[in-house]
């Protein structure tokens, strides 16, 4: 099966039979993942993703809710923030919901909030755990530190939370969403039509994903891009971040 630029999606790889001769998947040694905390700043070399709150607000509406912004919002759930209020709403529910951690995203040269995203569907039993809510103020768009903010986010689950896999939805008409994910690794597993209704409209979701058996290759591909060496002495990239995976007919082995 291939997704829709040609990555080809295995299914899960079998090791053995039951006494009925029906496949098994290949076992897994699980006691579970930990859920990530509320409070823990998340440190990289050129942004920092703090638990967001009230000191935020400011610089997020500053940021992020111009009127020139407004396609900054279409694929989110909200509506742009017209007043501090507005911005002020966003920020408390993410900051008190017990079903996500949501961070204010800080670059480290400005000091100030420049967008948001949050950790949601935090499944430790399982280890699963999602991406979403991603905003990014104009200064963050297409940047070095928005791809490091994402890796961070990945760093904690996979390295630190020992989850098996990091989800990834957005609306299948967010074409620059799909493209973020796959850059940045992820694989596409299918559309949920007909899935969400949102701000009146109905919304198809893209799902993609990356599993703790495909985190090896993805942090390393990171790991390359956000290298000072990969970038000249005007902040451009010298190398492309190439985190997917292998064309279809080269699929990786999974042991």
Known sequence: MSGPVG???SATRTRSTNDHGQPLGRPVDWSGARPPAKDVVLEGRGVRLEPIGERHVDDLLRALCRPDDEPTW???F????RDRDEMAAIVEHGAADPGQVMYAIVPVETGRAAGFCSLMRIDPVMGSIEV???AFGRQLQRSRAATEAMALLLRLAFDDLGMRRYEWKCDSLNAPSRRAALRLGFIWEGRFRNAVVYKGRNR???WFSITDLEWPRVRAALDAWLDD???DDAGRQRARLAARPAPAGRAEQED
């Open 78 to 81: 909200w509506e742009r923030p």
């Open 229 to 231: 060496a990969n970038f």
């Open 7 to 9: 990555v080809r999606l």
């Open 204 to 206: 198809d979701t893209d």
């Open 132 to 134: 979403g809510g991603i």
């Open 74 to 76: 279409t694929y989110l």
